[in-house]
């Protein structure tokens, strides 16, 4: 059964960091696109920011120059680097893999951006 656990979640002040994780139990986790989505409480699911199996990387323009995303393909675990955290970025933060028919999605962490 694959699982997507994401971790990393918590309260922190604007301005701050917070670096997530999600660790994939999927054979073949390298050949996986895997992009992170956020969800807002009254707001519709959005795009974060993603990287390819081949390491390509890309972001949504609200995050582009703060977030970070990277894999570690030998541990099976993407990662969201979050800096320069803003009350916006507040959201439930799903990572997802794809792979032509495949696709999954983990069960979100919570992120709190408030002083």
């Known amino acids: 059964q694959v699982q997507l656990v994401e971790s990393g979640g918590g309260l922190v002040q604007p301005g701050g960091s917070l670096r997530l994780s999600c660790a994939a139990s999927l054979s073949s986790f390298s050949i996986y696109a895997m992009p992170w989505y956020r969800q807002a409480p009254g707001k519709e699911r959005e795009f974060v920011a993603r990287i390819t199996s081949t390491g390509g990387t890309n972001y949504a323009d609200s995050v582009k120059g703060r977030f970070t995303i990277s894999r570690d393909n030998a541990k099976n675990t993407m990662f969201l680097q979050m800096s320069s955290l803003k009350p916006e970025d507040t959201a439930v933060y799903y990572c997802?893999?794809?792979?032509?028919?495949?696709?999954?999605w983990g069960q979100g962490t919570q992120v709190t951006v408030s002083s």
């Open positions: 997802n893999a794809m792979h032509i028919v495949f696709n999954y």
